[in-house]
């Protein structure tokens, strides 16, 4: 089992930034990715910016240039720093992780409980 916590939310005027931060903690062996979703209400979770263990990356159109993800493999920790935030940026954010316990086993992904980030025009 591996739980992931996150934290940086909160409110802020177009134009501004925000850093997000997303703990993972357990029985992890090796993480395979981590990754940032979003959803905005009545619209579905998508894809805001994947990294993988290899630390490579890869973002959603609508944020690429303002949006940077990065990790700490020493405290399996992702971030999402933020910038140049537009109102459509407005969206409960989660984070997901890809996990393995051991060496053999298969990966499990867990997400985390989101956090709201609000983008005032």
């Known amino acids: 089992q591996a739980q992931l916590v996150e934290s940086g939310g909160g409110l802020v005027q177009a134009g501004g930034s925000l850093r997000l931060s997303c703990a993972a903690s357990?029985?992890?062996?090796?993480?395979?990715?981590m990754a940032w979703y979003r959803q905005a209400p009545g619209k579905q979770r998508e894809l805001v910016a994947h990294?993988?263990?290899?630390?490579?990356?890869s973002y959603a159109d609508s944020v690429k240039g303002r949006f940077t993800i990065s990790e700490d493999n020493a405290k399996n920790t992702v971030y999402l720093e933020m910038n140049s935030l537009k109102p459509e940026d407005t969206a409960v954010y989660y984070c997901?992780?890809?996990?393995?316990?051991?060496?053999?086993?298969?990966?499990?992904?867990?997400w985390g409980q989101g956090t709201q980030v609000t983008v005032s025009s």
């Open positions: 997901t992780t890809g996990v393995r316990t051991g060496t053999y086993s298969s990966t499990r992904r867990y």
């Open positions: 357990g029985s992890i062996f090796s993480i395979d990715f």
């Open positions: 990294i993988t263990s290899g630390s490579t990356t």
